[in-house]
């Protein structure tokens, strides 16, 4: 298989930075030579390629093409790990390769993208309770409204050329430390 892709990834138009034996020699050649996508043979020597993968894509996700022999329930199920996007079943042709692989990277790019939008969306939600304890504590201390201890926190954050974020930590900080204020 090893030969079959080093001679017809570069007709694709596709770099083949690195070709392992086995599945730690795969594991080791991800880590040196950084690859955009990773086609792992399921059946290696010292470690399969599912297993392999998953150590690859822990450290950094990539998109995954498995290629394998067997079909059956049991390997399909193995293999249906969160990197794997893509799984073609032996024997593989140009065709394969030629639609499957940007299919499979595109896809990783749109997976990666929404992960990214829903971290943060997290964190989004994790400062904005911050903020609304902050102005509860502005509120309480102050003997204002929402809104004007909203105004105040952010004409704070304003004059002190700091994000709003911030200073609600630090209204948060100082009233833990100095505990009859606030809370």
Do not use: W
């Not at 930075?17 to 050649?29: E, P």
């Not at 102005?135 to 304003?158: H, N, P, Y």
Request: charged fraction near 30%; hydrophobic fraction near 45%; glycine fraction near 4%.
């Amino acid at each position: 298989m090893r030969a079959y892709f080093e001679e017809i990834l570069p007709h694709l138009g596709y770099d083949l930075v690195a070709a392992a034996a086995n599945g730690k020699q795969m594991v080791d050649c991800c880590d040196r030579f950084d690859p955009d996508l990773v086609i792992a043979d399921i059946k290696m020597p010292d470690m399969d390629g599912i297993e392999a993968v998953t150590k690859v894509c822990r450290r950094r996700p990539l998109p995954v093409i498995l290629i394998s022999a067997y079909h059956d329930a049991e390997t399909v199920a193995r293999a249906e790990s969160d990197f794997v996007l893509a799984y073609l079943v032996k024997p593989i042709k140009q065709a394969d390769l030629q639609t499957t692989i940007p299919i499979a990277m595109r896809r990783f790019s749109e997976l990666r993208a929404l992960n990214d939008e829903a971290a943060n969306l997290r964190q989004a939600l994790r400062d904005r309770k911050i903020i609304e304890r902050a102005k509860g504590i502005v509120m309480k201390l102050d003997g204002v409204g929402e809104q004007d201890a909203f105004r105040t926190m952010q004409k704070i954050a304003s004059s002190r050329n700091k994000r709003l974020i911030e200073v609600a930590e630090a209204i948060i900080a100082t009233t833990q430390v100095v505990p009859d204020r606030g809370t």
